[in-house]
């Protein structure tokens, strides 16, 4: 696997990524109904690109087809907006490069922390990190509850 930026190819992978980890690994932690709830479907390409223009910078790790089958975005005050793998690689040690990957690239631009807002499965990958948990939050998306854990990591 190659870590590289990510490229406006990369949009329907980032749409598939994201809805089959939600609904396949997610599905670890997560009722039916609350996976259906966090991605009801992929996301349309056209949203997906406007993410990647809003000035996040956004890493994928690319397979050796150069098909993405992971990615991590960090917005410019530190955070760590959406982290996911396709189910198939998960567990491989691609999730450590990649946050290797942004945590590098953090630090050259004088971060002085991380947070993140944590999926149980994501919460374990954190904590083996060096994250400490900020506690749990409940919220409510399309009518169904769901949870995740606000997280930080003090970089100086």
């Known amino acids: 696997m190659q870590i590289r930026p990510f490229e406006p ?15 396949q690994v997610g599905a670890r932690d997560y ?8 991605s009801p479907e992929p996301a349309p390409i056209d949203r997906v690109l406007e993410r990647a223009q ?11 087809a150069d098909v993405a089958q992971g990615f991590i975005e960090l917005e410019a005050d530190g ?9 198939k ?14 945590e590098g690239e953090a630090r050259a631009l004088g971060l002085a922390s991380l947070y993140v807002e944590a999926s149980e499965a994501a919460r374990r990958f954190f904590l083996r990190q060096g994250f ?13 509850m769901i949870h995740n854990y606000a997280m930080t990591k003090a970089l100086t």
């Open 31 to 38: 009722t039916p109904e609350q996976c259906a709830a966090w």
């Open 132 to 144: 400490a948990e900020a506690g749990r939050r409940e919220f409510e998306r399309c009518g169904v």
């Open 9 to 23: 190819r990369d949009a329907a992978d980032w749409a598939r990524i994201f809805h089959t980890a939600v609904h």
């Open 79 to 87: 955070h760590i907006d959406c982290f996911y793998l396709a189910p």
């Open 54 to 64: 809003d000035g996040r910078r956004i890493w994928v790790a690319a397979d050796a």
């Open 89 to 102: 690689v998960a567990g491989t040690g691609i999730g450590a490069d990649l946050y290797a990957r942004l």
